[in-house]
């Protein structure tokens, strides 16, 4: 017997009439004779909204707290979908993360599913149950609910799959599957068939929403294939496995971009050793993720210029850090939070030259200027002013033949 985990977005289960359309899809699979676990995401903006009203009351508003507030979005739909299952005579059962439990560890909002025990609700499988689990949410070892990051129903769908040993793992969302970029903003954008672990994880590291990253990784650890698909259509999706099953013939698989990113040059910051530890070790020290960083070379041999990038929530942390970190001097700072990543990902850059200077050049003709470049094996990435953004993706989109 197939066992397998459905995993459905926001989107999907956004309205009463979406909730009853996927219990119906879940039917018609448990009458194929396979085992589900449905993993369901709280209502398209449910989320957000909790966010609003806590922020309503604080700015800081306590973490703990919170979590139990976020994590309501997802009870609801799980009672939803198990409520609609029974109407349509499938046998089926909710369970919060705490009733499972869902084991996590790791601070409030940002929590890492560890385990879950599984037999509760093996056992209901097995007498022909459809078992529904919240998304996003798990309990700590001292009892505590957290929920496991923005995005996090997908890594609990993965985490299920692992646990639960289950055959399948299919992610149904609100567009056809994983696109050369984001296809609610580039209608040209193509779906892609099939693609490696590593290629899904660039792409969702650097902006692609369509697939958490942290869900990728643990996918990509345990191998555990994944399939992107609509909700809406019975289109194919994208199916996510072990590169060696791909072929590349293309160097470039997809353009992501993020909006979120923040830009600070120090100017004239002594050019002699320790220094850079001495800017950066605070920034560690307060958790502040640093993605891109440029030393440009010394011209009197005395001062330089150092340019790093943030996230952009985490700009005012960064500069309070800088103004007292009594260990590193320089003359001038300056910060751009309109900036925007724009990245090009592709196992396929690996074996094909000139992809770094096609980027380059097809940029610069659209005089689109780069304020910070980074590379790995499989993706160039590029700091450009926000209000390229789109532009520089259709253009790369266009270069590298993806249209
Ligand atoms: P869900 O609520 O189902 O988890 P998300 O909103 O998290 O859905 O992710 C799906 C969205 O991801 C799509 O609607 C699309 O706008 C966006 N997206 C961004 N990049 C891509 C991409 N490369 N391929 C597909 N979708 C993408
Ligand atoms: N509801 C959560 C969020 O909006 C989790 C998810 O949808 O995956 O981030
Ligand atoms: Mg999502």
Request: avoid cysteine; hydrophobic fraction near 40%; charged fraction near 25%.
């Given at each position: 017997m197939i066992k397998k985990v459905l995993k459905f977005g926001g989107t999907s289960v956004g309205s009463i009439e979406r909730i009853q359309h996927v219990a119906n899809i879940i039917k018609k699979e448990h009458e194929l004779g396979h085992q589900i676990i449905a993993v369901v995401s709280a209502m398209a903006g449910q989320t957000n909204e909790l966010i609003g009203k806590s922020k309503a009351i604080s700015d800081e508003?306590?973490?703990?707290?919170?979590?139990?507030?976020?994590?309501?979005?997802?009870?609801?739909?799980?009672?939803?979908?198990a409520g609609a299952l029974k109407k349509i005579d499938v046998k089926s059962k909710s369970w919060l993360n705490w009733q499972i439990p869902i084991l996590t560890e790791g601070d409030y909002n940002n929590s890492r599913i560890i385990n879950m025990?599984?037999?509760?609700?093996?056992?209901?499988?097995?007498?022909?149950?459809?078992?529904?689990?919240?998304?996003?949410?798990g309990i700590s070892k001292n009892g505590d609910v957290t929920t496991i990051g923005r995005g996090g129903s997908d890594a609990t769908a993965v985490a299920v799959a692992k646990i639960f040993n289950a055959d399948t793992c299919e992610i149904y969302?609100?567009?056809?599957?994983?696109?050369?970029?984001?296809?609610?903003?580039?209608?040209?954008?193509?779906?892609?068939?099939?693609i490696s672990y590593d290629e899904m994880l660039e792409l969702s590291s650097l902006g692609a929403k369509v697939m958490q990253s942290s869900a990728v990784q643990t996918a990509m650890m345990y191998n555990i294939p994944?399939?992107?698909?609509?909700?809406?259509?019975?289109?194919?999706?994208?199916?996510?496995?072990?590169?060696?099953?791909?072929d590349y013939s293309k160097?470039?698989?997809?353009?992501?971009y993020s909006k979120d990113d923040a830009k600070i040059t120090l100017i004239g910051v002594a050019d002699k050793p320790g220094v850079a530890a001495n800017?950066?070790?605070?920034?560690?020290?307060?958790?502040?993720?640093?993605?891109?960083?440029?030393?440009?070379?010394?011209s009197d041999n005395k001062t330089t210029d150092v340019t790093f990038t943030i996230k952009?929530?985490?700009?005012?942390?960064t500069k309070e850090i800088l103004k007292n970190n009594k260990n590193v001097k320089y003359k001038k700072i300056t910060y751009n939070d309109k900036v925007a990543k724009v990245s090009i990902v592709g196992a396929g850059m690996v074996s094909t030259p000139g992809v770094t200077y096609r980027m380059f050049r097809g940029l610069a003709d659209h005089k689109i200027n780069i304020l910070a470049i980074s590379t790995s094996e499989i993706k160039l990435s590029v700091i450009i002013d926000e209000e390229n953004t789109l532009n520089a993706v259709k253009k790369l989109h266009t270069i590298f033949d993806l249209d």
């Open positions: 508003f306590d973490k703990r707290e919170l979590d139990v507030l976020l994590s309501s979005g997802e009870q609801v739909t799980s009672a939803l979908l025990n599984v037999e509760k609700v093996n056992e209901f499988l097995n007498n022909n149950g459809v078992a529904v689990i919240p998304g996003y949410q969302t609100d567009v056809d599957g994983v696109f050369s970029t984001d296809p609610s903003k580039i209608p040209l954008a193509k779906k892609i068939e099939k994944l399939e992107v698909r609509s909700t809406f259509t019975d289109r194919k999706g994208t199916k996510i496995f072990d590169q060696q099953n791909i160097s470039v698989t997809g353009v992501a800017i950066f070790e605070p920034l560690n020290k307060a958790q502040i993720n640093v993605d891109m960083v440029i030393q440009n070379i010394s952009r929530d985490d700009l005012l942390k």
